[in-house]
Structures are given as C-alpha cells and as structure tokens.
C-alpha cells in the first residue's frame, strides 16, 4: 500500500528508532549508551560493557557483582549437548558449528523460550552470554581435533574464554594478562554497531515473535559473510595471498583499483563510516603492543600498514573515503594470540552477542515494533497463460 521507495541495502531507510548505540559516520564516533568507545575499551570490561549494552545503565557493584555471578553460573553445556558437537565433520568450520549450537539451545533450554516473560529473557541472555565462549571453544577443539577443557567458574568471562580455548594439556596453563586485556578490548570494541547486517538480521527474525536462541542464530549466519564478520579472516588470508606471491603491495593495490576479479582491499571500507573507523584506531595501537611482546607476524603487520599508507594516499580510495575498518589489523591479534585464521569471525560473534541481545530485547519490548516485510519492485513476465508440459 502507499507508494514503496527502492532503497537497495537499506541504505537510507531506517526501520526502527534504538536508544542503544550512536554512530556519526562522518565524523568517526562511536558510542554505546551514550559512551564513547575509547573511554569504555580504556576503563570498563566486556562483562560491564554487555550489562550496560543490555540494561542501558551502568550497573552498581551489586548489580555487577550479580550479573558476574549468573553468567559464571552458566557456563557449562549440557552432557547432550556437547555431544552434538561430536556429530560435526572434523574439518567442519567452527562458524557453522556454533550458530547451529546457538540454534540447538532452542531444544536443550526450553524453559526459557517465552518472548514477553522477562525473568526468562533474563535467564536465556544469561545463557547465551556463558555458553557462547564455551560453544565457540568446544567448536575450536573439535576442529583441532583435541578433547574440550571445562570451564572453570572462578574465573572471569573472558579469562575463562582463554582457558578454555587453550588450557588443554598444560594443568597448570596462565592466562598473559596481556592477552586477556587485549581480547577483552576487542570484545568491547565488537560489542554493538547499531543496524548491520546481522544485528538487523537478528531483529527481523525477532520481529516474528521467534524467540532470542532462533533469533541469535541466524545472525551469527548474517555474520558469517566475508562483507561483514569473515572480513577479519579475508584480510588474512589476503595478507598471506600477498606474501606468498612475489608482486608486493603496490601491485596487489593495482588490481584492486582495477577492480581485477572483484578483488576487494579487504578491511577497508564501510557503509557507515566515510572516515577512520574509531574502533581500527584502537585496534592498530593493540596489534603494535600485542605484536612486540607477545610475538606474532610483524612482517605481516608492517605488510598491513603498508597497504593502507598506499591506500590513504591513493585518489581511489580517498574519493570513496575508504579507511581501514574494525576488520583490518584484529586478525593479526587473534593470530598472536594462538587463534587459527577459521575462528576469527567466531570471536567476532563471542563479542558481537551481548549487541544482539540487547536489541533483540529492545525490540521484543518496542510497542511499535511489527514483522519485518520489505517491499519490493516486480520486474518478471507480465500475466501469461499456462501451457501443459506436453505442449512445450
Ligand atoms: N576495496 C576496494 N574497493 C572498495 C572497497 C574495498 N574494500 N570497499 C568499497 N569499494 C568501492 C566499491 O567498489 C565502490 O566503487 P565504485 O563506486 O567504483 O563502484 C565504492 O567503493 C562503494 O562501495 P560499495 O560496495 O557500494 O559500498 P557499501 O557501503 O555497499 O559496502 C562494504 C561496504 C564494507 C561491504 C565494502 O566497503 C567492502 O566490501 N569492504 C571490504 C569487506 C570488509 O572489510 N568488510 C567489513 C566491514 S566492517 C565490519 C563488519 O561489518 O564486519
């Protein structure tokens, strides 16, 4: 009804109204709740930074303290449920394995599926929050083919996250507190970015009353794709491609700007931000600090930042306003920190959740919110009669 607009990508439309995340593209900020983005990587942890995403406020030390206390209490999985990882090829990518584990809560927690019951919702954010870093270790392991370690509810989310990840043979393995401190950042830094693809794909299938497990899944999938959350993989793998050949940077950025092959600088660029993403600014000053003390690729670092010096002095990008995006310089982190190049999008999704959760509940609780159903311009065949098979 009405006269509908064509605006491929939602480029211009906004479907909603959200008091959760403020970005000016423009001008490169980035606020959750009213925060800016350096001041909460700086002080807050991801623990804190998820409360405040999700309830809007930051909490006291006993709401803290509280919320700390439920997402310890739900780390572990049920015995089924990490046997369903068991069923998954061994070389199986560890992205699909958590988003169908995220899927399979439906039927493993199913007293907490109601949509308009708050104390649930309470208990499945609660949920989805501990279980996540623990799905997102056991895919990891299983696709390292090595047994799973427990986690172990005397340490923090984030800690534990590591322990989990890396814990297994060593009894006796310690967390580097500054692997901890850079891992937490970048959670914080992922945490939420208003309407993207797989935030706006969270909300969607919310908006049909699915409940939050369905609803997170399929974001995790939006999330999956090399435009958006595989972009940290992407740039890697592009990385390695560049090193591996004996063409340098300069003739990688020529085939680029010759759009040779579609082949994109991945990491660069976004829909939003027309100048340096807020988050790579942080981000490039943790790759440094990571790098030098805990080891890591450095020619593939210097590698990176080549590329982008090129690209920040090349009219191609600077009429596009192309800068490096959130994607750019994390893969080098992660590397450093012993993560294979398949479960970088998996952190990505580890931090984007409490993001999702925060906006499927705003939704849930939107008197204005109604079923997602874009419109659409009809360009196929006009009216035709049918013809019998026989007569074709
Ligand atoms: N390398 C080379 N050219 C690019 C790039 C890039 N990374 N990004 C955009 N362009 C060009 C594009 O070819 C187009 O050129 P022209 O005007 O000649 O047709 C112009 O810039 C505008 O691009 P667009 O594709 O219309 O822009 P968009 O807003 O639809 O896409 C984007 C945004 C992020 C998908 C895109 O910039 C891109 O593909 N970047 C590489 C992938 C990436 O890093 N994704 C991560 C995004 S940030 C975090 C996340 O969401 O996960």
Not at 147 to 170: A, H, I, M, T
Not at 281 to 298: C, H, P, S, W
Request: aromatic fraction near 10%; proline fraction near 5%.
């Amino acid at each position: 009804t009405g006269q509908v607009t064509y605006d491929p990508g939602f480029a211009n439309t906004a479907s909603l109204s959200s008091a959760i995340t403020y970005i000016d593209g423009d001008e490169g900020i980035l606020r959750y709740r009213g925060y800016d983005i350096a001041d909460l990587t700086e002080k807050s942890t991801f623990v804190e930074v998820s409360y405040l995403l999700i309830y809007g406020e930051l909490p006291t030390p006993e709401q803290l303290a509280d919320f700390d206390g439920r997402l310890r209490e739900h780390t572990l999985l049920h015995e089924d449920m990490r046997r369903f990882f068991q069923a998954f090829p061994y070389d199986a990518h560890p992205m699909p394995m958590v988003s169908s584990a995220i899927a399979a809560m439906s039927t493993f927690y199913q007293d907490s599926l109601s949509i308009t019951d708050e104390a649930q919702i309470d208990i499945s954010t609660a949920r989805l929050l501990a279980k996540m870093p623990t799905i997102a270790a056991f895919a990891h392991r299983h696709a390292e083919g090595v047994p799973v370690v427990f986690p172990d509810n005397n340490l923090g989310l984030v800690e534990n996250f590591l322990r989990v990840n890396f814990g297994f043979p060593s009894e006796d393995y310690e967390v580097d507190p500054l692997a901890l401190k850079a891992l937490d950042q970048l959670f914080i830094l992922h945490a939420d970015h208003e309407q993207n693809c797989s935030t706006s794909t969270v909300r969607l299938v919310g908006s049909s009353q699915a409940n939050l497990y369905q609803s997170i899944s399929a974001g995790i999938h939006a999330l999956a794709g090399p435009l958006h959350g595989g972009a940290n993989s992407a740039v890697l793998e592009m990385l390695e491609e560049i090193q591996a050949s004996d063409d340098g940077p300069k003739k990688f950025m020529e085939r680029v700007k010759n759009k040779e092959d579609g082949v994109r600088l991945m990491g660069f660029g976004h829909r939003v931000y027309k100048n340096y993403d807020p988050r790579a600014t942080i981000i490039k000053k943790t790759a440094d600090e990571v790098l030098e003390k805990l080891g890591g690729n450095d020619e593939m670092l210097q590698l990176a930042k080549d590329l982008e010096e090129i690209a920040l002095a090349d009219d191609y990008f600077v009429e596009r306003k192309l800068y490096p995006n959130v994607d750019f310089y994390t893969g080098l982190i992660y590397k450093a920190l012993g993560f294979p190049t398949n479960m970088f999008t998996v952190l990505f999704a580890v931090g984007r959740l409490p993001g999702w959760i925060a906006q499927w509940r705003e939704a849930a609780k939107d008197s204005e919110t109604k079923i997602g159903r874009p419109r659409q311009i009809y360009t196929g065949a006009p009216k035709r009669l049918y013809t019998p098979v026989d007569d074709r």
